[in-house]
């Protein structure tokens, strides 16, 4: 069975606050996948990066990082110097190699961004 | 390229009827899925197929059905609505290779009375 969770429901930042979203997931297999997906409040779904279980490196994408911990099964999403177009659901998602295809997302984290 | 699109984007439906929503995806992607999403429960994946002829069920697949026969469409039918079923629907479609990012469709909200 695999389990991701988003202890944080919703956060409120004010702009330009550096905020950081957690993601932590359970598995038993050594490959997967871990997601970030954004959901603004137009409804939509968007991929924002994928990390292989085999790729520890943290990323780094303009104001996005991620920091992916095999030790503490952790995949945590810092959004710096926030903005108000930053406001959205977060979603954290896995997919694990017993079940690829069953991708499992985490109930997400609402971030608002307070100009 | 339209990427992964559906209909309705909205309907009402009364308890005991049955719809078919509609997905496609232009991309030639071998996988799609079918999620609900629910206030504080996130995505939750119904059915997902992984080609033409092929498809198994997600965590919530009671009183959903699906098949694919080609590669473009996946519907969604709702066999006898129910309350229970009031959701936003998504559909989302990836390659089988590289790990499984989805693109996902514009969602249909569906209200049963």
């Known amino acids: 069975a695999q389990k991701v969770t988003q202890a944080q429901t919703e956060i409120s930042v004010v702009e330009k606050e550096d905020v950081t979203l957690d993601c932590v997931y359970e598995t038993r297999d050594t490959t997967y996948y871990l997601f970030w997906y954004k959901q603004p409040p137009s409804g939509e779904l968007v991929f924002l990066i994928r990390r292989n279980s085999f790729d520890e490196q943290n990323e780094i994408s303009g104001r996005y990082s991620w920091n992916f911990q095999k030790s503490t099964s952790s995949f945590n999403f810092t959004i710096t110097a926030s903005q108000v177009v930053d406001s959205a659901v977060y979603f954290c998602?896995?997919?694990?190699?017993?079940?690829?295809?069953?991708?499992?997302f985490g109930t997400g984290t609402k971030l608002q961004v307070i100009p | 390229n339209a990427g992964v699109t559906q209909t309705p984007k909205f309907q009402v439906l009364k308890t005991g009827q049955s719809m078919t929503l509609q997905c496609a995806q232009d991309?030639?992607?071998?996988?799609m899925s079918w999620y609900r999403q629910d206030p504080g429960m996130g995505l939750r994946l119904i059915h997902y197929s992984v080609g033409a002829g092929i498809t198994d069920q997600g965590e919530v697949p009671n009183g959903y059905n699906v098949s694919r026969s080609t590669t473009e469409d996946f519907p969604l039918r709702l066999l006898s609505a129910a309350p229970s079923q009031t959701s936003v629907y998504f559909c989302?479609?990836?390659?089988?290779?590289?790990?499984?990012?989805?693109?996902f469709g514009p969602g249909t909200r569906l209200t049963v009375t």
């Open positions: 989302a479609s990836s390659t089988l290779v590289g790990g499984y990012e989805q693109y």
């Open positions: 991309m030639n992607h071998e996988y």
């Open positions: 998602a896995l997919s694990a190699k017993q079940g690829y295809q069953k991708v499992t």
